[in-house]
């Protein structure tokens, strides 16, 4: 079953579930922020079109409605943290339309808030695991501290946009926008609707966008877009055309652009590699919460990684680090299209360090042949005009290599 329901009973809206998994189906919880929290062991996780590696003490937020499931070849023990958005609305009348950007390894450590956040995600865990006195009301309380956080610091805009903070009342703006912009996606002429609705002109509109999310209103209309077309091609068997249209796509055609640039694959493959995992059944075994309980300790006390940050590379950072380098140390990434079988065009990205080093780095998205060869034409070219040349078999291969550089 794609969307799954979760029984809080009258745990005031939070759930914790403690597992060893083996692996999960594809699925979905609407209306359900999940934090999954790996206590020992290793486990993967795919979310939507991201994948993460998480060991020990490694948390991701997981959004609600986010199309995800996970898995392990390893033992493990992992802890899932469930939160009824509907229960702590009076955080944030945008609770809903948050977009939260949470892993462990990129933006809290990032900011040095990586064991912080851990110890808030741990301290929740315990006291579910535990009945002592007050026990309701001490849930609610780390709760809406964790909730606080995520909302203040680790929404989609403070990923792209991390130096600068806005007037109160800008930030205001923006998100009524960005409510309207989950609600009306679908729509034609989205922009124009908008832009009646709260009586802006369409100009201050995307001046916004730029300004506070560090991105334009057509790539955020993209990704509303292709992320509802996702669920639609993983949830039903309805024609991919179809799937567009009621996307808010005018043509296929345009589908099938903007979803291999978030995706990596045509909403064709994309389909064809998930569609049985949706129905797979869950191979999870439940692990008692008194012997997760010293586990959920043992991470609390993790010192800070010392390892650097991972960074999440989407269309949106590409084009951002295109031309704002703070956040990628300095390093301005490029991109040049290739086109692959399904005749979707995908980056290839590489870097060039401009003052900083007389080199030029290129990123390989993917290890097929055609985008090797276009990167040994590229290391060829480099070599030729007597500049230094590294190949990275991955974008995060090449991230991880950056403060070294």
């Known amino acids: 079953m794609f969307e799954r329901h979760i029984d809080f009973g009258d745990a005031g809206g939070l759930l914790v579930r403690t597992a060893k998994i083996t692996e999960t189906g594809f699925h979905v919880h609407s209306g359900i922020l999940e934090i999954v929290c790996v206590l020992s062991g290793r486990v993967d996780a795919r979310v939507s079109m991201e ?4 060991e020990a003490g490694d948390y991701i937020v997981i959004n609600h409605g986010d199309p995800h499931f996970l898995g392990s070849a390893k033992d493990n023990v992992t802890a899932s943290l469930y939160v009824d958005l509907d229960v702590f609305r009076d955080i944030s009348p945008y609770l809903m339309n948050f977009i939260f950007t949470c892993e462990s390894f990129d933006l809290p450590r990032y900011k040095h808030q990586e064991t912080y956040l851990r110890t808030l995600i741990a301290d929740i865990l315990a006291i579910f695991m535990t009945n002592g006195a007050n026990r ?56 124009d609707l908008i832009a009646e609705k709260e009586y802006y002109s369409k100009s201050y509109i995307s001046h916004l966008f730029k300004e506070v999310g560090f991105s ?41 652009r903007d979803f291999a640039e978030w995706f990596g694959m045509s909403p064709f493959e994309y389909r064809k590699k998930y569609w049985n995992r949706v129905n797979l059944p869950d191979r999870v075994a439940d692990f008692p919460a008194e012997q997760a309980l010293p586990l959920v300790y043992g991470i609390a006390a993790f010192d800070e990684s010392p390892e650097p940050p991972r960074y999440s590379m989407t269309p949106m950072s590409i084009k951002i680090a295109e031309s704002k380098k703070e956040i990628f140390g300095g390093f301005e990434l490029k991109t040049s299209r290739r086109s692959g079988a399904s005749g979707v065009t995908s980056p290839v990205l590489h870097a060039d360090a401009g003052d900083v080093r007389s080199s030029v780095h290129v990123v390989l998205a993917g290890p097929d042949p055609e985008r090797r060869s276009q990167a040994d034409r590229i290391e060829q070219a480099c070599k030729a005009a007597k500049k230094d040349v590294e190949i990275y078999e991955s974008v995060d291969e090449f991230l ?3 403060p070294a550089l």
């Open 400 to 402: 991880r290599a950056l």
């Open 136 to 191: 309701q009301s001490s849930l609610r309380h780390a709760a809406y501290g964790l909730l606080k956080v995520l909302c203040a610091e680790y929404t989609v805009e403070y990923y792209y946009n991390r130096n600068v903070r806005h007037p109160a009342d800008r930030i205001e703006k923006y998100f009524r926008v960005i409510r309207y912009l989950s609600e009306y996606y679908m729509e034609k002429n989205v922009l």
């Open 216 to 256: 334009n209103f057509s790539d955020n209309l993209s990704f509303y877009r292709v992320a509802a077309a996702e669920k639609l091609l993983l949830a039903t068997d309805r024609r991919i055309g179809d799937i567009a249209v009621d996307c808010g796509f005018s043509d296929v055609k345009y589908l099938r």
């Open 51 to 54: 994948t993460f590696e998480l």
